[in-house]
């Protein structure tokens, strides 16, 4: 196993981290990375397995990890997720709200709707969207980002040195063709994190977002790739759209995170949304 190396010297000895979403790609780097910042770090995941292994991970490292089963869409689960991770940890410090993702329910088969489209049942369009699969999207990024805020937040309450970090996406400044409920889902997680910046500004916690640009994940795997693994057109398209030409690495964002958790580095940022995307939101194609 490589050993996590990090891009930042940031301290986080003695801090505790929720992150959600932990066991997935991206949030379990970035759990390895808080840890080996020297955070004492809670990994949430649906799938208790994914959480307990990437923990697992860290340990072998040295480092300080419990994995935990966590809905972030059930209050009561998130609040007995809260009574473990302050008998285990203590008190959370830093709350990284990285559980989100897209749904094939909630895409377009095309990007653009043409003549005679509404007569064609061979394929999705947005006026045969399944509402089950565009509430599951919506929520689980949205309120998945809210809910986990309110049970875990309440810790920070006028602590020094708290933070919360959501996850949003290019998405939610430009809207990707094909998928209306992520792209919505996304801008509405940059709003709250906005939003929730002033609302925590009185009581010492800061709260920004990370918008990460193309990475080629399991989620995105039917819209990136097609079943013989070569490229779809809508790789092309992101690669062609991206000046550094090609897809991000979860690794890139670890120097953003560490940073904007850091009170010591980003004390006096909250409210921010940074873009990590190779280019892609400076880049008008021409």
Not at 116 to 143: A, C, H, M, P, R
Not at 198 to 207: C, T, Y
Request: some cysteine.
């Amino acid at each position: 196993m490589k050993k996590t190396e990090l891009p930042l010297g940031v301290d986080l000895k003695g801090k505790v981290v929720v992150v959600t979403g932990a066991g997935g790609v991206i949030c379990s780097v970035l759990s390895k990375a808080l840890a080996a910042a020297g955070a004492k770090v809670a990994l949430l995941d649906r799938t208790l397995e994914k959480a307990e292994e990437a923990a697992a991970e860290i340990r072998a490292e040295g480092g300080i990890a419990y994995g935990y089963y966590a809905n972030v869409l059930d209050l009561k689960v998130l609040e007995e997720c809260r009574q473990k991770v302050l008998a285990d940890l203590g008190p959370c410090d830093i709350l990284i709200n990285g559980a989100g993702g897209n749904n094939p329910r909630a895409q377009t088969d095309k990007e653009y709707f043409e003549l005679g489209d509404e007569d064609n049942k061979d394929i999705k369009t947005f006026f045969n969207l399944s509402d089950e699969g565009i509430q599951f999207v919506f929520n689980l990024n949205y309120l998945g980002t809210l809910m986990p805020t309110q049970v875990f937040a309440r810790d920070m309450i006028g602590r020094k040195g708290c933070s919360i970090l959501n996850i949003s996406s290019m998405n939610a400044f430009t809207p990707l063709t094909k998928i209306p409920a992520y792209s919505a889902a996304k801008a509405a997680v940059s709003n709250f994190t906005q939003w929730l910046a002033v609302h925590f500004s009185k009581v010492g916690i800061r709260v920004n977002a990370i918008a990460p640009g193309f990475l080629s994940t399991a989620q995105n795997k039917s819209l990136l790739w097609n079943e013989d693994g070569t490229p779809t057109a809508r790789t092309g398209k992101i690669i062609a759209g991206t000046p550094m030409g090609r897809f991000g690495e979860p690794e890139e964002l670890v120097g953003s995170t560490l940073f904007l958790v850091s009170d010591k580095a980003a004390g006096f940022i909250t409210g921010v949304v940074l873009p990590i995307d190779g280019g892609f939101s400076a880049y008008s194609g021409v």
